[in-house]
């Protein structure tokens, strides 16, 4: 079966310094896979999505960037954060054909 | 632009009461639709996918109806439950791979 991996859970950052969360998936392969970002309060934006390796499409322009080394593997940067930056990170994947999203259980980040 | 909207944003109910969540969309060239649960502090939970050649999707208690031409869906509660208590997001996927979420409805049912 499929599984998602989000890692971390929590992470407190100083404003200015770099970021880097880890998305995983196990059991498919050549998904498309998505970064959605949460602020509080609010609905899911969506950050950034890829269809293969190295393909990247940016939907906001921002402070983050996404890359994508391996086929099941998405990774969420900064080079330095702002405060604006904090919020609740998705990641999320689904197969090719429209079929059903699947989501990671998130990660908190909070720029002091 | 797709934009979804979700009527109520909140909704209160006694245990045992059925309940219906709207959701709207403004384009209708869609390919399908899911609806979502989330938990305070978690990710989305799948609950439902509805193809746009399809009319609803059931699973235990919950049903989920889809009226493209009119760009709505309805998520069906029955006999609902404490455990129920959660946001309920609808996601509209369109034909450039992605999904459009709409605000969410924040319900709580009452013991």
């Known amino acids: 079966s499929q599984t998602i991996h989000q890692w971390p859970a929590t992470l407190v950052q100083p404003v200015g310094s770099p970021l880097s969360l880890e998305c995983t998936v196990e059991?498919?392969?050549?998904?498309?896979l998505y970064w959605y970002r949460q602020a509080a309060g609010r609905g899911l934006q969506l950050l950034f999505y890829?269809?293969?390796?190295?393909?990247i499409s940016s939907e906001v322009p921002q402070n983050l960037s996404a890359s994508r080394p391996q086929d099941r593997q998405f990774i969420l940067s900064s080079k330095k954060l702002l405060l604006s930056d904090s919020g609740f990170y998705l990641c999320?994947?689904?197969?090719?054909?429209?079929?059903?999203?699947?989501f990671g259980q998130g990660t908190r980040l909070t720029v002091v | 632009k797709q934009e979804v909207t979700q009527i109520p944003a909140a909704l209160s109910v006694p245990e045992g009461e059925n309940l219906v969540l709207n959701c709207s969309f403004t384009?209708?060239?869609?390919?399908?639709l899911q609806w979502f649960r989330q938990d305070p502090g978690k990710g989305l939970t799948s609950l439902l996918l509805?193809?746009?050649?399809?009319r609803e999707q059931t699973s235990g208690r919950l049903n989920a109806s889809l009226d493209k031409s009119s760009g709505r869906s309805t998520l069906y509660i029955a006999a609902s439950q404490p455990g129920d208590s959660a946001t309920y997001l609808c996601?509209?996927?369109?034909?450039?791979?992605?999904?459009?979420f709409g605000p969410g409805t924040r319900l709580s049912v009452l013991p």
């Open positions: 509805i193809q746009s050649s399809q």
């Open positions: 059991g498919t392969s050549n998904p498309n």
């Open positions: 384009d209708s060239a869609i390919y399908n």
């Open positions: 890829s269809v293969g390796i190295g393909q």
């Open positions: 999320a994947w689904r197969d090719r054909g429209y079929t059903e999203a699947f």
């Open positions: 996601a509209v996927g369109d034909y450039g791979q992605n999904f459009v």
